[in-house]
């Protein structure tokens, strides 16, 4: 996944999986910063404060370099706020805070000349979206969906998740032994979600058949793998074109998802 | 499916599925028999016997042709006898069974000149199928898995599943419309079945998410049919022989899995 001399930006929540991943990483001695994203996520349970300084203690205590980029001071709303001003999501800030986090991460990743970026997706994570995408059988998701997605030299920089081969309980055992202060809470606008439904639904499949799982995320990157699917498999063969307002790459020609969807977020509050 | 001159083949197990099926293909004009495989499943509830008095039953009350194949009389053992002389299955007579009954019903209709040999499955069957095949990733059956598999001129019939979109509910309440008489219960054997296990978690998801079950298949109707799956469909393709003892066609060299089984069979009851 990474070569010693890699610039890795590890994308930090401040819960378990993002945190362990950090530590293991920095253990290993790779040259690894974190970005934290404020989502401004702050009502009763105060979720992004608390997060924040969870990922900010660990930086201190281990002396390593954190970045901050807080979606309310760059952008002009919290993602909460901002999902109230657009259609995108029916209302949930999933859709938007996805979106938002995913450009962000692109953008300080590939503008700041890292090699790669790594998130914490565990095993009941992947093991989720792959649950989803194949009881609907979408296919262009199922084809893009690998421990390393290569970098595409117009913009997308390299992805990678060190832990998808971990579950969830393996990335908490860890995070305690370690001793790693982590946030216990789930981000509030969860609850309800799809992905926890499949998490449930699988574990329940993994209690009855143990490995279950495991076997169904392997066997899955196995015929991925070996050509199984008739698609584009990764970022690289995408036909991108350059967004006209932030110059990040796209599938759409004029302005980027993000772009245009912020954009409108910013008149409606002007305007209301 | 069918044209209206085909000679078409009905499997029928004496269950709603199968009857409700031969029932359809009667009213429709179709040109249609019946195969009842007696399997000799009759321990406690005589699950053979009864299923083929309510087959039997079906076809003299519409005046129907139906072909009755006694395992025991044509192999020499039932299928439980039989399952405890071989090792194929450890245990269970699942596994034996299911190879047992493709054979008989291939030869049948082959033989017997049926353009096309038509099973009971419902979307519940074939969404289970699909659900066990899928979260191992099996790819060769997930891609041989359809409502029609065209013939192999060197000796498979053509096969087609008509009810594979109706939910086991829809075919019960035809069944119970229609007054057709059919054995309510399964087989014993069928008990523990991860088949029937697939059913309860997808019955759950179903309660859950009403139509995910036939989202789930229907999907993969539709990707498997864009050519998703990079290797070959249907059995049209397959690199076949012949079985040196049977002439049915096989994938392996010599004798097919069929034979083999149950020539080691007879030798065992023979010598034990």
Chains 1, 2 share one sequence.
Request: include cysteine; charge should be neutral.
């Amino acid at each position: 996944m990474f070569k010693m001399d890699d610039r890795i930006l590890v994308a930090v929540s401040g819960g378990k999986d993002s945190l362990a991943l950090w530590d293991v990483l920095n253990r290993l001695e790779y040259k690894v910063d974190g970005l934290y994203i404020g989502l401004g996520i702050d009502g009763e349970g105060r979720y992004s404060h608390n997060s924040q300084e969870k990922a900010e203690a660990f930086a201190a205590e281990h002396n390593l370099h954190l970045i901050i980029e807080d979606v309310t001071k760059t952008l002009g709303a919290s993602i909460p706020e901002a999902a109230t001003l657009t259609h995108r999501g029916r209302g949930k800030p999933c859709s938007l805070c996805g979106l938002t986090k995913r450009h962000i991460m692109n953008r300080v990743g590939f503008h700041g000349g890292y090699d790669v970026l790594a998130t914490g997706h565990n095993l009941d994570d992947e093991a989720a979206v792959l649950f989803g995408n194949t009881l609907n059988w979408q296919v262009g998701y199922l084809s893009r969906q690998s421990p390393v997605l290569e970098d595409n030299p117009t913009g997308f920089i390299r992805r990678a998740k060190p832990f998808c081969r971990f579950y969830e309980r393996e990335t908490a055992a860890y995070a305690l032994l370690r001793g790693i202060e982590y946030i216990y809470d789930e981000c509030p606008h969860a609850v309800g979600a799809k992905s926890i439904y499949y998490k449930e639904l699988l574990n329940q499949l993994e209690a009855d058949r143990p490995g279950a799982k495991l076997q169904f995320y392997l066997s899955f990157l196995k015929a991925r793998g070996e050509g199984v699917f008739n698609i584009e498999q990764d970022q690289s063969g995408l036909d991108l074109k350059q967004c006209e307002t932030c110059g990040q790459p796209t599938t759409i020609p004029g302005q980027c998802a993000f772009c245009r969807t912020w954009e409108s977020v910013r008149a409606r509050k002007q305007s209301g």
